[in-house]
């Protein structure tokens, strides 16, 4: 064993591909993440920009989560704060989702390439 660690301490070319693969699992992990954050962009935006009027209690209130609230949505400063607070929680499900799949990827890919 030790003189496996001895030959590829002094091989450039171990090192060089120890060092391409860390790179590859970098750029593999940072584009998942940039991906789900996009798809959560992508799923939130419309929901953001549209103009709801609360007050209207016939329409039922465009929300990123449908759920029961035990408040009543009926001003637009608590509407914008349940939009922002969904927003952080899907931005935080998003990135969580994004990293435990960039984990496994890198595993996979440190394995096999």
């Not at 798809?39 to 929901?47: C, M, S």
């Not at 914008?80 to 998003?94: H, I, K």
């Amino acid at each position: 064993m030790t003189e496996d660690w001895s030959y590829c301490d002094d091989s450039g070319v171990v090192l060089h591909e120890t060092a391409r693969k860390a790179k590859l699992s970098s750029r593999i992990c940072n584009g998942l993440i940039i991906l789900h954050t996009i798809a959560a962009l992508a799923y939130v935006i419309g929901i953001l920009l549209a103009d709801a009027d609360v007050t209207d209690r016939t329409t039922e209130l465009p929300l990123m989560m449908k759920m029961e609230y035990p408040f009543v949505i009926d001003t637009l400063r608590k509407y914008r704060l349940v939009l922002a607070t969904q927003f952080v929680f899907v931005m935080a499900c998003s990135l969580g989702a994004g990293l435990f799949n960039a984990v496994f990827l890198t595993l996979v890919t440190c394995i096999y390439i």
